[in-house]
């Protein structure tokens, strides 16, 4: 399983960024693919989570209203689109996967795609 995550970038307050990740080297039916995040000095957060199905979103509080999860199964690309960015949402954001159901904890995922940093200027 590789996972490619990309799309981060340099965006001011208030802003809107879309992150991709594109997953291949197997068929992710019964999968749930997720999207965490680290500052530097902090720990990994969880910060959304979907069913391969879409039968199911899952949100860190902090997201909630700002961010949506979606994915595109015939590209095999799960998306996160981050609206009205504060500077506290500046991170590496991480793209995973786990087989079963839905997750907030990163060491429920079994597979990990390099970050993409996003940089939130206030």
């Known amino acids: 399983v590789q996972l490619q995550a990309f799309g981060g970038g340099l965006v001011q307050t208030g802003g809107s960024l879309r992150l991709s990740c594109i997953a291949s080297?197997?068929?992710?039916?019964?999968?749930?693919m997720g999207w965490f995040r680290q500052a530097p000095g902090k720990e990994r957060e969880f910060v959304a989570a979907?069913?391969?199905?879409?039968?199911?979103?899952y949100y860190a509080d902090f997201v909630k209203g700002r961010f949506t999860i979606s994915r595109d199964i015939p590209n095999n690309t799960v998306y996160l689109q981050m609206n009205s960015l504060k500077p506290e949402d500046a991170a590496a954001y991480y793209c995973a996967a786990r087989v079963g159901g839905r997750s907030g904890y990163w060491n429920d995922y079994e597979y990990w795609g390099q970050g993409t940093l996003v940089t939130v200027s206030s």
């Open positions: 979907i069913t391969w199905t879409g039968s199911g979103t």
């Open positions: 080297g197997r068929t992710f039916s019964g999968y749930t």
